[in-house]
T-cell receptor, first 114, second 109 residues
């Protein structure tokens, strides 16, 4: 399997649930990203991992918790989410943190919080 | 001022038209420029990548960069209904890439 794979494709969760999104890249890239995409809004960068170093958007609530066990896998742990967190969550990777060569995106996880 | 400005549209054109999509940016340090295409319910896919001023052509697509004006364009010739999607411009950066908000394009038969 090639490219960036995200699971699950769709997720419906209650506000008290805990769930995790998974991303896996088969490109040998060294940087991975989590983005949030809401309707009619720009892509919002949430977290960046590059060679085990993490950079985060300070505006991201603590109910979102990333984990990057190695350069090929990225998780986004979710707990006590709010309805406004419903969005498309995209994972991306690039060769390195400079983004040279471009970013490769997964198909995303469509999250609905009820 | 936002780092990247892109008109969200929607831009509606008839099949066969020439489409012009544009972005302006404010950070003169940007050296690389990309265009992504995103179909509904899918992740963005890299369409064009350029790192210099001037034109780059790939089939029906031409990417144009004017660094002096901080202006980039994507031209689509002989547009097809299958080109209907959202087009995002992007500039890579150290850790933090910058994306435009995307322009929604509708090509009607």
């Amino acid at each position: 399997e090639t490219g960036v794979t995200q699971t699950p494709r769709h997720l419906v969760m209650g506000m008290t649930n805990k769930k995790s999104l998974k991303c896996e890249q088969h490109l040998g890239h060294n940087a991975m990203y989590w983005y949030k995409q809401s309707a009619k809004k720009p892509l919002e960068l949430m977290f960046v991992y590059s060679l085990e170093e993490r950079v985060e958007n300070n505006s991201v609530p603590s109910r979102f918790s990333p984990e990057c066990p190695n350069s090929s896998h990225l998780f986004l742990h979710l707990h006590t989410l709010q309805p406004e967190d419903s969005a498309l969550y995209l994972c991306a990777s690039s060769q390195d943190r400079t983004g040279g060569g471009g970013y490769t995106f997964g198909s995303g996880t469509r999250l609905t919080v009820v | 001022q936002k780092e990247v400005e892109q008109d969200p549209g929607p831009l509606s054109v008839p099949e066969g038209a020439i489409v012009s999509l544009n972005c302006t940016y404010s950070n003169s340090a940007f050296q690389y420029f990309m265009w992504y295409r995103q179909y509904s319910r899918k992740g963005p896919e890299l369409l064009m990548y350029t790192y210099s001023s001037g034109n780059k052509e790939d089939g029906r697509f031409t990417a144009q960069v004017d660094k002096s004006s901080k202006y980039i364009s994507l031209f689509i010739r002989d547009s097809q209904p299958s080109d209907s999607a959202t087009y995002l411009c992007a500039m890579p950066g150290s850790y933090i890439p910058t994306f435009g908000r995307g322009t929604s394009l509708i090509v009607h038969p």
